[in-house]
């Protein structure tokens, strides 16, 4: 495979030339670097870039709201009212589940809070959930709070599995000994499919077999994955997964998320659930009446009526992410290009860089993170002048540097002229 590569940069515009999705970073507007030509934007794992066309989606949607006023909730092809339906399949498609699978509202922590509320269920015996040593906080800080909720106690309710002593990423054998260990007492485990810091993917099939095995249920936090690298819930029988829409699909800051209830759990009123008046049936919702009658799909679980210009513009970016081809598409190309990242970083970069996430193709996704190995070399530093020379990535606490490669825009004389500055810069620190 290597053998193809060479570490000019014209071996780098031929991968390009012969990439089939190379015209889709057309589609995007690339933040300018300070001499006008584009950034290396390598941050679509934290804001992916904005599609050109988002300006047109949000834009049609202010200008309805202009004209119609209220009548825009039940007037056209996109009334607000059932919007969020326009994003269903797409959304549906991207993390591997049915249509009645899948909804797009809130975003990822409050999804988190409610779908806790439904999946976590302690009883004296059964009270405990799984989680990370490395979990995000959010995630962290939601399990707590969600534990507290009802009574019980983190420290004797939260497990956390952590990478072994002196390893970065962890064992998946590791997971699935700790779910099989607290057994009977686990209610839930709640893991990242793509773990943010280090970019490792976790087993999601496995490790949803094992909980199930338990008796516990299984949900993951898909920030890192939905968008990134291919997914089956459904077939998986994942319980339940939240995802934000602004990383991997570019729906802008602070946008809509996603959530995902296995069809299995859809239908089951016993179920606890906070309600709200999107949740319940769409044919009687403006009688006004006041009992509740769930939507046959995870629709039950909205809250409130939808933010119609967020989602517009995370439509903009699913249609986007469609004409590419789809997820399976994407990822071919980001395959192509981890390969030819690592194959620069081994051949170029040598020992003076490490990179924390896992080499199996299977256990990560598009994101590096990039170590610099050498202590007399001030890793931040580096970091800073890569932003001086206008490439995006960012720094982890306490010496990572993340960088993700979209397949979505990123070119491949993107991670040639990465390493090609990464390679100059190492050398100037360590000459200083
Ligand atoms: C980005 C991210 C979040 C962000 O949560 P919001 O509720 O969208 O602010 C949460 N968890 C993980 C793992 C993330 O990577």
Known sequence: MNGEYTTSAETAAMLDASDPLRSIRAEFKIPAASDGSEQIYFVGNSLGAIPARTFDHVGDELHRWAQLGVAGHFTGPTAWEPYHELLTDQMAAVVGANHDEVVVMNSLTVNLHLLMMSFYEPTPERHKVLIEDHAFPSDHFAVESQIRQRGLDPATSLVIVGPRPGTETLHPDDVLDAI??????????????????????????????????????????????????????????????????????????????????????????????????????????????????????????????????????????????????????????????????????????????????????????????????????????????????????????????????????????????FVALLDRLLDEEASQ
Request: glycine content about 10%; overall charge negative; proline content about 6%.
């Open 180 to 417: 099989t260990q607290h057994g009977e007492q686990l209610a839930l485990v709640l893991l990242p499919g793509v773990q943010y810091f280090t970019g490792q993917v976790l087993p999601m099939a496995a490790i949803t077999r094992a909980g199930h095995e338990v008796g516990a249920r299984v949900g993951f936090d898909l920030a890192h994955a939905a968008g990134n690298i291919p997914l089956q819930l459904h077939d998986w029988n994942v319980d339940f997964a939240v995802w934000c829409g602004y990383k991997y699909l570019n729906g802008g800051p602070g946008g809509a998320g996603g959530a995902y209830v296995h069809s299995q759990h859809i239908t089951n009123q016993d179920l606890p659930k906070l309600l709200g008046w999107w949740g319940t049936r769409k044919d009687t919702r403006f009688e006004m009446a006041t009992v509740f009658e769930a939507i046959p799909t995870v629709e039950s679980w909205q809250v409130s009526n939808a933010p119609i210009l967020s989602m517009a513009a995370l439509k903009a970016s699913l249609d986007v992410i469609d004409e590419a081809g789809g997820i399976n598409r994407l990822r071919e190309k980001s395959e192509r290009q981890i390969a030819y990242f690592d194959f620069l970083l081994d051949t170029v970069l040598g020992p003076r860089i490490e990179n924390l996430t896992p080499r199996p193709m299977h256990e990560r996704g598009c994101q590096f993170a990039l170590r610099v190995t050498d202590p007399a070399i001030d890793g931040k530093a580096i970091f800073k002048r890569l932003g001086s020379a206008d490439v995006a990535c960012d720094w982890r606490h306490p010496d990572v540097i993340r960088v993700a490669p979209v397949p979505l825009y990123n070119s491949f004389t993107d991670i040639h002229r």
